[in-house]
């Protein structure tokens, strides 16, 4: 039995619940995800994210599954259902919808007419993450403008979540970090946080002229990566952008 589970049992309910919020969390946003996005010669996209949580993650929140509501799903399904639901019910989204695909992996898709619209709805409606014109497309992320991420991925704002994001964590080494998640997870946690990576494969409506931190792959599609470590401590910048003619 893992440390945390066997920590777990003596908690009062509302620490429990507490201690899930922060697993599930962590087990999202350790997953490794592969974004194709599509940009349409206007101002829309579509995209298809290629999801899969890490075994060790989603095999520690089975274990709390007593202290999750019943609705005869699994946690990742749950989690992938809302997140699907919450993008369809956002202006400007169109055709928002999961596929399981496997064992913790899943396709989640939807088109949006106006990238600038469907952020303004989640509360983004000034925003520095994303910048698009008629050539080019950014994406721009450090400790200053987070505060905005925040607001377009409301988990980010958990307090529960919180002290394991970035604003808590300014300073901190990858070693160190690592070492927290041993303690909270046991030995398994620090290899299943390094596994989780993130890959943006951008198609333009043009031929790409010029990339900067992204990998040119085709005549119209460019390539970014990074490791989730690096977002959970952001200590530097995750950015690139793309030109086109």
């Not at 509302?14 to 697993?23: C, E, Y």
């Not at 964590?169 to 993130?198: K, R």
């Amino acid at each position: 039995m893992r440390v945390v589970y066997s920590a777990l049992i003596d908690y009062p309910f509302h620490m429990r619940k507490a201690a899930v919020t922060i697993l599930l969390a962590m087990m999202l946003a350790s997953c490794t995800v592969t974004e194709s996005i599509t940009l349409d010669s206007q101002s829309g996209l579509e995209s298809v994210s290629d999801i899969k949580a890490e075994e060790f993650f989603v095999s520690v929140l089975e274990d709390f599954a007593e202290f999750l509501p019943e609705n005869g799903k699994s946690i990742m399904d749950s989690s992938v259902e809302s997140f699907a639901g919450q993008l369809s019910e956002k202006d400007g989204v169109t055709a928002a919808s999961y596929e399981k695909t496997g064992e913790n992996t899943y396709l989640l898709s939807f088109s949006a007419s106006d990238i600038d619209t469907v952020l303004s709805s989640f509360g983004a409606a000034e925003q520095s993450l994303i910048k698009r014109d008629e050539k080019s497309f950014s994406f721009y992320l450090d400790i200053a403008n987070y505060p905005e991420l925040k607001t377009i991925v409301p988990f980010l704002a958990d307090p529960n979540f919180e002290v394991y994001g970035p604003e808590y964590n300014q300073g901190m080494s990858e070693a160190d970090y690592l070492d927290m998640i041993y303690f909270l997870l046991g030995e398994e946690g620090p290899d299943a946080i390094s596994n989780g990576n993130v890959t943006i494969n951008l198609t333009v409506p043009g031929t790409v002229t010029e990339t900067v931190n992204a990998e040119k792959v085709s005549d119209n599609t460019i390539s970014y990566s990074f490791p989730v470590i690096s977002f959970l401590l952001l200590s530097e910048p995750l950015s690139f952008s793309v030109q086109w003619e």
